[in-house]
């Protein structure tokens, strides 16, 4: 189920949650029977199972502005990461070299190139790791809304019902 104002995708609510919500919001009307009705946590308005035209208009542009976002988080990840191997590969190859070749090959603490190495690692790692939640969080974001701009282009979109 998608805000049709912002786009937030609302994945499992509970049904008293439901209920309280929908008791809550002024356009709840038990004659008439809304069968989902939840308050979105991000903007604020009340989200039904049922879309209006208007509804699905501005849905589809919010999809579209999440679509160009997903693809900066992508492009943006594959940059950190790629940046963030590199990196810790440097980070390797001075590890190399703080290794004392005098004492038998021991490894020496005490060096530069190890500290060095423990830094490069650091930061190559915590790239890396970013990196990849913003090309995960892309490409699931770009998947869904571009489901929700096909829906709609093809006039089959449903709010999938997501209560527990
Ligand atoms: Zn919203």
Redesign the pocket.
């Known amino acids: 189920m998608f805000?049709p104002?912002?786009?937030?995708k609302v994945k499992n609510i509970g049904k008293a949650k439901l209920e309280e919500q929908a008791s809550l919001s002024s356009d709840f009307d038990s004659n008439k029977q809304i069968k989902v009705a939840y308050q979105?946590p991000?903007?604020?308005?009340i989200?039904h199972d049922k879309l209006s035209q208007e509804e699905m208009k501005s849905l589809n542009q919010v999809a579209h502005g999440k679509i160009h976002k997903a693809r900066y988080d992508i492009n943006s990840g594959l940059c950190s990461l790629v940046i963030g191997i590199i990196l810790a590969a440097i980070g390797l190859m001075f590890f190399a070299l703080s290794f004392d070749l005098q004492k038998n090959h021991t490894l020496d603490t005490t060096r530069v190139e190890f500290i060095v190495f423990c830094v490069l690692i650091s930061v190559g790692l915590i790239l890396a790791i970013f990196g990849s939640y913003l090309l995960i969080r892309g490409v699931i974001a770009k998947n869904t809304y571009q489901n929700v701009v096909k829906d709609i282009q093809n006039n089959t979109f449903v709010q999938e019902s997501c209560v527990k």
């Open positions: 805000c104002n912002c786009g937030y979105c991000t903007c604020g308005k989200i």
